[in-house]
């Protein structure tokens, strides 16, 4: 699925594929002429499809968070961006809420190595 395993995740470089491809995508529509909603969706569906199942693996750096952030601001303009770093504590404290209680799953003994 594009997970990068045994990655060292406190190097930039590791995020640098995400940061570019968010880029290119949102690049594409800065001069297009698109209200702000549509601008919105935009945001979001570049978010949901491009780097939430990153963000819910991975705590991501603060640097390659204000990048993506100062991206997605550029076609906003105006109005609020969702913040990322909250949004990827949740989605890992999700993770760590269900390894407490599906202890038994398949998928919690492969991570585990039992």
Not at 10 to 21: G, P
Not at 72 to 85: M, Q, T
Request: glycine share 6%; proline share 1%.
């Amino acid at each position: 699925l594009g997970l990068p395993i045994g990655a060292n995740l406190r190097k930039k470089d590791m995020w640098k594929s995400i940061v570019e491809l968010v880029r290119n995508r949102l690049i594409f529509w800065e001069g297009k002429h698109i209200s702000t909603c549509g601008r919105v969706f935009l945001i979001k569906l570049v978010l949901s499809y491009l780097f939430i199942y990153f963000l819910s693996f991975f705590q991501a750096l603060k640097d390659i968070i204000s990048k993506l952030e100062s991206l997605f601001k550029i076609l906003l303009w105006v109005g609020n961006v969702e913040k990322i770093k909250a949004f990827n504590l949740a989605l890992l404290e999700k993770w760590h809420w269900r390894m407490k209680i599906e202890r038994k799953e398949l998928w919690y003994r492969v991570l585990r190595g039992k």
